[in-house]
C-alpha cells in the first residue's frame, strides 16, 4: 500500500508537459516552437509510499532538467542578467458544475515570469507552466468524469450530503536572484475522504539560460552531497515535532527523498522536500530540510554558490 500514495502523489504534481497551450492568457504565453522540441519528459522517478482509499494513476512527470551536454546541443545561450526575475501568477481556480450542483473545485495559479533583459529567457521558463496548464486540463476533465459518475451514483440520502470533489496545483515563488529562481507547487486532490493527498515539488530555475536544473547541473559530486543531505534529514526528522510520525522503515528511504523535481536552492542553502509517507506519516505533513553552503559550497557549481 505504501507504494500507492507515492505514486499518486508524484503523479499528481509532476505531469507531463503538452507541446503547446490554447488555454493560456494571450498575454502570458508566445511561441517557441525549438523550446517546444527539446524539452524532455522525466520518467525515470522512483516512487513509493502507501495508505487506504487510494487508486494508482499513469501520469507522465514533469519535463527533467536537461544535462549541460544538451543544453549545448540545444544552443542554449547565457545571458548576464542584473535584475531579479519578477513572478506573477495567473488564476485559473474554476467550479465545474452540473444542473447547479457542484462536481470539482479546482485550484490553479500558473506562474508568469517576466526576465526585463531577455524576453527569450523568461519564455523558456515560462513554457514549462504553461504546459504545464494544459496537460492540468486533462486532468480536470477526467476528474470531474469521476465526480459525475459518483454522484449519479449515490442513494438518495445521501445526495444532501455531497460536497463535490477537489483538485489543485497551487505555486509560489519560493527565492529570485540574477543567477536562481525557485518556485514550490503544492497539488492536491480530494475525493471525499477526511483529507486530501497532497504532494509539493520545486522548480530551480538557472536565470541566466532559462533552464530547469538538474542535481548534476549544481552538484560536482552528488553522491557527497546526498549523504550530507541524508544526514541533515535524520536529524530533523527524528527530534520533535516530527520524531512521533516516523515510519517503521524510514531509514530505508532517507536517501531517496531528493530528487530532480524535490530540491531547490535559495539564499541560504539547498532545501530538500520530504513529502508524506516517505519518511513519515501524513501526520507529519511535508518538510522542508534546508543544508546551508557551508556544508556543500566545496562539492558544487561555484556558479550557483551566493556570494
Known amino acids: 500500500m505504501r507504494k500507492k500514495i507515492f505514486m499518486l502523489g508524484l503523479s499528481i504534481c509532476l505531469l507531463a508537459t503538452a507541446c503547446s497551450s490554447n488555454d493560456a492568457p ?5 511561441e517557441n516552437t525549438e523550446d517546444s522540441e527539446n524539452m524532455e519528459e522525466n520518467s525515470d522517478s522512483e516512487s513509493k509510499g502507501g495508505a487506504d482509499n487510494q487508486e494508482d494513476k499513469e501520469n507522465s512527470p514533469k519535463e527533467q532538467p536537461a544535462s549541460e551536454e544538451e543544453k549545448q546541443q540545444n544552443n542554449t545561450v547565457q545571458k548576464d542578467i542584473t535584475k531579479v526575475p519578477e513572478v506573477t501568477f495567473t488564476d485559473y481556480s474554476q467550479n465545474i458544475e452540473e444542473d447547479g450542483v457542484l462536481m470539482l473545485a479546482v485550484t490553479e495559479n500558473c506562474p508568469v515570469i517576466t526576465v526585463e533583459e531577455s524576453e527569450d529567457i523568461a519564455q523558456r521558463m515560462n513554457m514549462v507552466f504553461e504546459q504545464q ?5 486533462g486532468e480536470i476533465q477526467r476528474k470531474a468524469e469521476e465526480a459525475k459518475a459518483f454522484y449519479k451514483g449515490l442513494p438518495k440520502e445521501e445526495v444532501s450530503s455531497w460536497g463535490g470533489y477537489g483538485y ?5 515563488m519560493m527565492y529570485a536572484s540574477t543567477k536562481i529562481l525557485s518556485i514550490e507547487s503544492e497539488s492536491y486532490d480530494w475525493q471525499g475522504a477526511s483529507q486530501p493527498n497532497k504532494w509539493t515539488s520545486s522548480y530551480c530555475f538557472d536565470v541566466t539560460t532559462g533552464d530547469l536544473l538538474s542535481l548534476v547541473d549544481v552538484f560536482t559530486d552528488e553522491q557527497a552531497v546526498r549523504l550530507i543531505v ?9 527530534k520533535e515535532p516530527y ?12 536517501d531517496d527523498v531528493m530528487t530532480e523535481n524535490t530540491f531547490y536552492l535559495n539564499d541560504k542553502g539547498l532545501v530538500v522536500i520530504c513529502n508524506p509517507f516517505m519518511v513519515t506519516g501524513a501526520a507529519a505533513g511535508t518538510i522542508e530540510v534546508e543544508i ?16
Open 133 to 137: 496548464h494544459v496537460t492540468n486540463q
Open 26 to 30: 494571450k498575454d502570458n504565453v508566445s
Open 243 to 254: 520524531k512521533d510520525a516516523l515510519l517503521d522503515d524510514y531509514e530505508s528511504y532517507v
Open 292 to 307: 546551508p553552503y557551508k556544508k556543500i559550497k566545496d562539492r558544487m557549481n561555484p556558479k550557483y554558490v551566493p556570494n
Open 168 to 172: 489543485g496545483m497551487s505555486y509560489k
Open 230 to 238: 541524508s544526514e541533515h534529514i535524520k536529524d530533523t526528522i527524528t
